[in-house]
């Protein structure tokens, strides 16, 4: 029995160090975040003479976390609810292949996946003005609706797919309409692929930053990342204010995850799956 | 049972389709399409355009240094990450697999970079990294190396090496659990049968275990392909928009921003519009070759496993 306590010690040491890794930089962040920017120069590698919570209000202000955190909240759950409903809809209307045009519309969405944001999100900014949206929330929700379709009909497609018939079928018998057989039978049965597709598109809204650089240039509809960015250009060198700033951008994500941990890594790993 | 016409009964479930259809043509198909319309002119981005040019923007991409230096970085990130996902990443997932205590944790940990952004992700490896405040440059002196220590991501040689530990370290958790669930996968029976045929734990890996795990690889293999050629946000947080230093960190993602919007040190001549849009169509069009080539490559290699 000796050599597999060997290796079980091994194994829990590789673990140890590469968890480590992934580790020491944020908690480097965090403490670095509580340092007045003397300790910074004074004690550089060590806890701060001083917690200086300040760094959090004076953040909190200065790069309006209280703006840019509403805008990511309300921007990422509009784009997440639209782009999932509008993906299960398209994913019940094509799970028939042997439907005219349903294999060919699946093909399209799909193929979504590959446009790189630099391409459109230029003639995007064009398409929006004419529109007369641009400077507001849907500047952004309508463009991350559509980029979500893709990932939604990919996943939410197959899932329909091989959903039993019977319960439709007795509902139309029942005389349900397709709207309803959708909404009372299709959508409950559909609740994990949902959630996959929710928590894997709301990752990528909550975190993209080339998308709002771009079309979220007012400063009163930036999301986090980009408000950190520009705040760090006017602020470069006041490092306790630019990490507590960081800090309470990714605050929210990471707590939402270590939470749902396990649904987190399931609906990520299903849509990359299939992808 | 409601009566339904015959062309409700063929068509019918176009209507689900319909509403998506249109966000998705509007924000999607139509930018595409006007992304072509707008690299066969030449526009700035401000006043009236100068008109129709034909191939010209193309001609002067194809023929010009930065796009091919540019993409070379890329494909640099892209091979580098590969390689680290396919070893380190693999090697971590068989770990885990053995179900050692606290698998859990672990798993949460590896994969927490995923959830982070790369802004965040940027930042937290600018503190790293920094020749000031930084912890790498004490932490090489304190284990005798440090002559080695440096302002990193200034150095020429190596903001690029740079770039490919962040993004690793961003990414490593996707190999972590699409490995981890492919390994989930592989039946035990499979395994001891060829433990009674006498393979040892090396062959068995290797000659049962890893041919299994070809959908995970594939899978891994185009993420990281699409993730390290749009590559954008972690590039421009560690070394700014114009690949500092001396454009060694330069790649397709900051190259089009930059001939968009400007940077820092850019005239008003240097920021054209319709270039930028050609740029990234070109971008476009080479990674959809890239990926079918990849794709029917991997697939063949999951058959024949």
């Known amino acids: 029995m000796k050599p597999r306590k060997v290796e079980a010690a091994a194994r829990h040491f590789l673990l140890c160090a590469a968890s480590l890794v992934v580790l020491v930089p944020i908690a480097y962040v965090v403490i670095a975040s509580f340092k007045t920017l003397p300790d910074f120069f004074a004690n550089p590698y060590g806890f701060p003479e001083e917690w200086a919570w300040q760094n959090y209000v004076e953040a909190w202000k200065q790069a309006r976390i209280a703006t840019t955190l509403t805008n990511s909240v309300i921007v990422t759950a509009a784009s997440v609810l639209a782009s999932t409903f509008l993906a299960a809809l398209i994913g019940y209307g094509l799970a028939r292949k042997d439907k005219p045009l349903a294999l060919a519309l699946y093909t399209l969405f799909i193929s979504g996946m590959l446009v790189p944001v630099q391409m459109i999100v230029l003639p995007l900014f064009v398409v929006l003005r004419e529109l007369g949206v641009l400077g507001t929330h849907l500047a952004l929700i309508l463009p991350y609706t559509a980029l979500g379709l893709p990932m939604g009909v990919l996943i939410l497609t197959p899932l329909i797919a091989t959903l039993p018939r019977d319960l439709a079928d007795a509902a139309r018998i029942d005389g349900a309409g397709e709207w309803q057989i959708f909404r009372r039978v299709v959508l409950p049965m559909l609740r994990p692929g949902l959630a996959s597709v929710m928590i894997l598109n709301g990752v990528w809204m909550w975190n993209e930053f080339f998308i709002p650089l771009v079309l979220a240039f007012r400063p009163s509809t930036q999301t986090l990342p980009v408000g950190i960015m520009s705040f760090v250009g006017t602020y470069s060198t006041e490092w306790g204010l630019i990490f507590a700033s960081v800090v309470m951008a990714t605050a929210p994500a990471v707590i939402a995850y270590v939470a749902m941990s396990r649904q987190f890594v399931a609906g990520l790993t299903a849509g990359a799956v299939k992808g | ?305």
């Open chain 2, 1 to 305: 049972m409601r009566p339904r016409s015959r062309f409700s009964r063929r068509y019918g479930h176009l209507w689900f389709v319909l509403p998506g259809l249109v966000v998705f043509a509007t924000f999607l198909i139509y930018p595409m399409a006007k992304a072509f319309q707008l690299s066969f002119i030449d526009w700035s981005g401000l006043g009236a355009s100068n008109g129709f040019v034909g191939l010209a923007n193309y001609r002067e991409a194809l023929t010009s240094p930065a796009l091919y230096l540019a993409a070379w970085h890329n494909v640099i990130l892209f091979v580098a990450i590969l390689i680290i996902q396919h070893t380190l990443g693999l090697f971590l997932a068989v770990q885990l697999n053995a179900r050692p205590r606290f698998m859990e944790v672990y798993r949460t940990i590896l994969f927490l970079p995923v959830i982070l952004s790369l802004v965040a992700t940027g930042f937290i490896w600018t503190l790293m990294l920094s020749p000031n405040i930084g912890i790498l440059n004490p932490l090489l002196e304190a284990v005798g190396l440090g002559f080695l220590a440096g302002s990193w991501l200034d150095d020429p040689r190596f903001a690029l090496a740079c770039i490919v530990v962040v993004q690793a370290w961003n990414h490593i958790g996707w190999a972590v659990v699409l490995y981890l669930s492919g390994l989930q996968n592989v039946p035990q029976e499979l395994r001891e049968a060829a433990q009674i045929d006498g393979a040892n734990a090396w062959q068995r890996f290797w000659a049962v275990v890893f041919p299994l795990l070809a959908p995970s690889f594939t899978a891994l293999t185009v993420i990281t392909f699409i993730q390290n050629i749009r590559v954008f946000d972690v590039v421009y947080v560690l070394t700014g928009p114009v690949g500092a230093p001396a454009g060694r960190t330069d790649v397709l993602g900051t190259l089009v921003y930059r001939t968009a919007f400007g940077a820092a040190g850019a005239t008003t001549a240097d920021v054209r519009l319709s270039y930028a849009v050609t740029l990234a169509v070109i971008m476009f069009v080479a990674m959809l070759v890239c990926i079918s080539l990849l794709v029917r490559v991997l697939r063949r290699r999951e058959i024949e496993a």
